[in-house]
């Protein structure tokens, strides 16, 4: 079949769904649940930049510091100026993204990295003032009082709503990443990816594509910051740091790059890991440490790579073994 | 009297720091016709398809298409203008499938908004449906009908070579410029692409210009020849008149017999 992967990708997103739809159910307890909806506002923000990285290839240190920036700017409206939630939730992805596109006027027309430093610069700023302007932000204490979610009149009290709201969302994200994926834009991405000059030949313009893409993806990381902070109610500096827009990078390359599920299982992966390590206190940290290298070194595509390989080698053996069968 | 010409290049100047790379060299392609640039190794055949594209900066000199100066326009909106090239090492997309690659040559024809395409709006399923049908359309034009959905990175040498071109008429250029197509493959496959750049002009309507080694290609396809030497013009004319042409003879083909 010919381009057909628009049912395979509806087919794949059903049933994501209904894992997350099952989920709950399946989990000794609430602990868990919370564990699992920062998993899923962290793969929001991992199909985001695995959309700017593993199919545009262009690297972003700032992921982190546009997640923080959502979930202050909101924060700050709804708790200390008496916004609506739902207007400051908005108000927190608009000005993620005005801010990413004013980044990209000056970098994305130079060649090489400085995109990589210029969000390297724009994370460490904004990191800077979340920790220095307290009048505002809290400073490093954080800031508390952010009130929970409310769309439609609809406060959403219990983690149960709070994590199938953050469940859809996340499939209505991972949905519209794979259509973009199988767009003239997603094919521009990917041919820039791998050949400026062919992009430019066939008449993509490449800075306006990078634009595009690396603004979406500040947004998707925005979208995750305001469900973020109306979710814990509560922010500090600390969790925007550089290491948090790091941990972003390996969860698209652990997960496996160019793969919009690859980021899901990746974000899902390195989220939960940590509270499973918990109980080996002492070496938590080093056994980290281990299981990516392990991961490097034995599925160097990723989660996703290394599940399809698996997959086709698995169909390769079906075959195999049908084949004597055969007339 | 002669058409006014589709492409016209005036005084087109090169210069890579100290190096002279092109020195007011003019170049005028008719339409409908193939026309060939050669010329010795380092004598700026590329740098010239470099500069029609926008891809080089040019010191000095203009590019018309169609009668409409393009001279101060970014590579990209040349190629949505009308002119589309291929490269002498080969730029497919390695990452993408093969009717995906071509599909990605319909860039500049294929119109709906970017949030059309992340909610899959009827608009964007329309005009994907259509660049399929004109992308396999393509494909099967350069016998790779059948290999559609295999991963580019699979296809052979010869093959990668025919979905170039593929990708390259895709875009429905008025203008399509090779450069040296037949680097690489056999006298079969040669022919066979010099009998694929005649179905793009007579098929497709689409003018051709050629930078070439392989002279027997050169010869048999091109209604004109152009030669550059060391950055100038040397020779303008047909096959027949560039085969006679005493200094290109001298320059170029060498004391040799073609």
Same mark, same amino acid.
């Given at each position: ?27 000794? @307890?609430?602990?868990?649940? $919370?564990? +699992? ?5 962290? #793969? ?18 700032? %992921? ?16 200390? %100026? ?21 980044? $990209? ?7 090489? @990295? ?16 979340? @920790? ?40 209505? &994200?991972?949905?519209?990443?794979? @259509? ?35 603004? +979406? ?12 902070? %109306? ?11 550089? %290491? ?49 290298? &392990? ?20 169909? #390769? ?11 | ?13 090169? *210069? ?7 020195? /007011? ?34 010191? !000095? ?9 393009? !001279? ?56 994907? *449906?259509?660049?399929? /049908?004109?992308?396999? /359309? ?22 990668? *070579? ?11 250029? !008025? ?25 793009? *002009? ?19 396809? !091109? ?36």
């Amino acid at each position: 079949m010919t381009a057909g992967r628009g049912a395979g990708n509806l087919a794949a997103l059903a049933g994501f769904a209904a894992l997350v739809a099952a989920a709950p159910w399946l989990l000794p @307890n609430d602990y868990y649940l $919370s564990t +699992l909806i920062l998993a899923f506002l962290n #793969a929001m923000i991992v199909i985001g930049l695995n959309l700017l990285l593993g199919y545009a290839g262009q690297i972003s240190l700032g %992921h982190g510091a546009f997640y923080g920036l959502a979930a202050y700017t909101t924060a700050v409206l709804t708790a200390a %100026h008496g916004w609506p939630v739902g207007a400051g939730c908005a108000a927190g992805v608009a000005l993620t993204a005005a801010v990413a596109y004013l980044i $990209s006027i000056p970098t994305l027309k130079l060649a090489g @990295n400085s995109l990589a430093m210029a969000t390297l610069g724009f994370g460490l700023i904004v990191h800077i003032v979340f @920790n220095e302007a307290i009048a505002i932000t809290g400073g490093p204490s954080g800031f508390v009082g952010i009130p929970r979610l409310a769309l439609f009149g609809r406060v959403f009290e219990s983690d149960l709503e709070y994590y199938f709201l953050v469940g859809g969302v996340l499939v209505l &994200l991972a949905w519209a990443a794979l @259509n973009l994926i199988d767009s003239r834009v997603g094919r521009a991405m990917r041919a820039i990816h791998t050949s400026e000059r062919a992009a430019e030949a066939v008449g993509i313009d490449i800075t306006g594509a990078k634009r595009f893409i690396f603004v +979406l993806s500040a947004a998707y990381a925005g979208l995750a910051g305001v469900l973020y902070a %109306h979710y814990l109610c509560f922010v500090a500096p600390s969790s925007f740091g550089f %290491h948090f827009s790091v941990t972003l990078i390996v969860m698209v390359v652990l997960g496996g790059m160019a793969s919009v599920w690859g980021a899901v299982a990746g974000a899902v992966f390195l989220t939960v890991l940590p509270e499973f390590l918990r109980a080996f206190e002492d070496v938590e940290t080093l056994l980290y440490g281990a299981i990516l290298v &392990l991961c490097v070194v034995f599925v160097p595509q990723g989660i996703a790579g290394g599940a399809s390989r698996l997959g086709r080698a698995l169909l #390769a053996r079906l075959g195999a073994a049908r084949r004597p069968h055969a007339p | 009297m002669r058409p006014e010409p589709l492409l016209r290049c005036r005084e087109i100047t090169v *210069r890579f720091g100290g190096v002279t790379a092109l020195a /007011d060299v003019a170049l005028d392609v008719r339409p409908g016709s193939i026309t060939s640039i050669i010329g010795p190794n380092g004598a700026g055949k590329t740098t010239l398809l470099g500069a029609i594209t926008g891809m080089v900066r040019t010191a !000095s000199g203009s590019v018309a298409l169609a009668g409409r100066d393009i !001279s101060a326009r970014p590579a990209h909106a040349r190629a949505r203008a009308g002119i589309v090239r291929t490269f002498q090492n080969l730029e497919v997309f390695t990452n993408m499938t093969v009717v995906e690659n071509v599909m990605t040559g319909c860039h500049r024809h294929v119109r709906y908004p970017a949030l059309a395409a992340l909610l899959r709006t009827p608009r964007y399923r329309r005009e994907e *449906r259509r660049c399929l /049908d004109h992308a396999l /359309d393509r494909l099967a034009f350069v016998g790779l009908g059948e290999l559609a959905d295999t991963p580019a990175a699979e296809l052979a040498f010869g093959q990668q *070579r025919a979905l170039e071109l593929a990708r390259a008429v895709a875009a429905n250029p !008025s203008l399509l410029l090779l450069d040296e197509p037949a680097a690489g493959l056999n006298m079969a496959e040669t022919r066979a692409l010099g009998a694929l750049i005649r179905r793009i *002009r007579d098929d497709l309507g689409v003018t051709v210009v050629l930078v070439e080694h392989d002279m027997d290609l050169v010869m048999t396809i !091109s209604d004109e020849i152009m030669v550059l030497n060391h950055g100038c013009n040397l020779a303008l004319g047909t096959p027949r008149q560039i085969q006679k042409n005493p200094e290109v003879v001298r320059a170029y083909l060498g004391d040799d017999d073609l």
